[in-house]
């Protein structure tokens, strides 16, 4: 029997107990590994936002310090009133490739030498002469405005898209596929053009899918765009194709003429339904990112302030 009394062992236990209340303390203040990591690597992101706001909100691992998410719609207007303005004029130009058609095959039917009859050597009345150039140069003059008005809307275009090319990082999407830079040298750069513009439209426009539509599970990339997309792009790229091919045809022939003013009536028509479906690809993608623009500062206003 030990000679400690029983005051000795009660404080013998108390001091085991305030021993093992110090250790707990001790433990509970030091950091898990798990802990560590992830301190860590809330650390590297707030770096990463550092870096984002100085170089323009480019794709990163922020999704409270991306951009602020804006409304595309102050800038659909000049961009869509050129768009149809250029459509009106391929429409136009369509017009006089027809009628210069029309007028180069009767001039054929009056030549004797048919359709391999030299331009510059017609074997018809001057008044069926003159009356081909007149029509053959307002065909001419309406494709130069045509393609100066083309320009003039592929200008506003680009300001336009920067808005939800740009939204890409307000809503949620870490590291989008292209910047508004990459977004505007996809329409000119060569092969990139044949799929570039589509692919970056589909792209905002899946970006600004609703949550209630959200699958869970399944990523950005897959989610659906409208036919309508396919629809515009595949008319774009088939006039675009066609112009370069009129281009570098022969005109020294009534026939070889007869046939440039042919596709140009085709170019024109095409570029009239690619028009169309373009004014209602940019109306319907600025629609569905204004419906973002509340619930992206809402959802906000829910996350909890960053250090």
Same mark, same amino acid.
């Given at each position: 029997?030990?000679a400690?009394?029983?005051?000795?062992?009660r404080?013998s236990?108390?001091?085991a107990?305030?021993?093992?209340?110090?250790?707990?303390?001790h433990?509970s203040?030091a950091?898990?590994?798990a802990?560590a990591a992830?301190?860590?690597?809330e650390a590297?992101?707030?770096?990463?936002?550092a870096?984002l706001r100085?170089?323009?909100?480019?794709?990163?691992?922020?999704?409270?310090?991306a951009p602020p998410m804006?409304?595309?719609r102050p800038?659909?207007?000049?961009?869509?009133v050129?768009?149809?303005?250029?459509t009106?004029?391929a429409?136009?130009?369509?017009?006089?490739?027809?009628?210069?058609?029309?007028?180069t095959?009767?001039?054929?039917?009056?030549d004797?030498s048919?359709?391999?009859?030299?331009?510059?050597a017609?074997?018809?009345?001057r008044t069926?002469?003159?009356?081909?150039?007149?029509v053959t140069?307002?065909?001419?003059?309406?494709?130069?405005?045509?393609?100066?008005?083309?320009v003039?809307?592929g200008?506003?275009?680009?300001?336009?898209q920067?808005?939800?090319?740009r939204?890409?990082q307000?809503?949620?999407?870490?590291?989008?596929?292209y910047t508004?830079?990459?977004a505007?040298?996809c329409w000119v750069?060569?092969?990139w #053009?044949l799929?570039?513009?589509?692919?970056?439209?589909g792209? *905002?426009? @899946? &970006?600004a899918? +609703?949550?209630d539509e959200?699958?869970?599970?399944q990523t950005?990339?897959?989610?659906?765009?409208?036919?309508l997309?396919?629809?515009?792009?595949?008319?774009?790229?088939i006039?675009?194709?066609?112009e370069?091919?009129t281009?570098?045809l022969?005109?020294?022939?009534?026939g070889?003429?007869e046939t440039v003013?042919?596709?140009?009536?085709?170019?024109?028509?095409?570029?009239?339904?690619?028009?169309?479906?373009f004014?209602m690809v940019l109306?319907?993608l600025t #629609?569905?990112?204004d419906?973002m623009?509340?619930?992206v500062? *809402?959802e @906000? &206003?829910t996350d +909890?302030?960053?250090?």
């Amino acid at each position: 029997m030990s000679a400690a009394g029983p005051g000795n062992g009660r404080r013998s236990r108390r001091a085991a107990r305030a021993d093992g209340r110090e250790r707990i303390e001790h433990w509970s203040a030091a950091p898990s590994p798990a802990a560590a990591a992830a301190a860590e690597r809330e650390a590297a992101w707030a770096k990463e936002d550092a870096r984002l706001r100085e170089t323009d909100g480019r794709p990163g691992n922020a999704v409270q310090q991306a951009p602020p998410m804006v409304s595309p719609r102050p800038r659909l207007r000049t961009a869509r009133v050129a768009v149809v303005l250029a459509t009106v004029l391929a429409g136009v130009h369509a017009a006089a490739a027809v009628a210069a058609v029309v007028q180069t095959r009767h001039t054929i039917d009056a030549d004797p030498s048919g359709s391999s009859s030299p331009l510059g050597a017609l074997q018809v009345s001057r008044t069926a002469v003159d009356r081909l150039h007149d029509v053959t140069d307002v065909g001419d003059v309406t494709g130069l405005v045509f393609y100066g008005l083309l320009v003039v809307a592929g200008l506003l275009v680009l300001r336009w898209q920067v808005v939800p090319i740009r939204n890409q990082q307000a809503l949620w999407i870490e590291r989008p596929r292209y910047t508004p830079v990459a977004a505007g040298w996809c329409w000119v750069v060569p092969i990139w #053009a044949l799929f570039g513009p589509k692919k970056a439209y589909g792209d *905002a426009w @899946r &970006a600004a899918e +609703p949550l209630d539509e959200r699958i869970p599970g399944q990523t950005w990339t897959d989610r659906p765009v409208p036919g309508l997309f396919t629809a515009w792009w595949a008319a774009w790229v088939i006039a675009g194709l066609l112009e370069p091919v009129t281009l570098r045809l022969p005109e020294t022939t009534l026939g070889e003429s007869e046939t440039v003013w042919v596709l140009e009536a085709v170019s024109g028509t095409i570029h009239v339904a690619a028009g169309v479906l373009f004014v209602m690809v940019l109306t319907r993608l600025t #629609a569905r990112h204004d419906a973002m623009v509340d619930v992206v500062a *809402a959802e @906000r &206003a829910t996350d +909890p302030p960053s250090d």
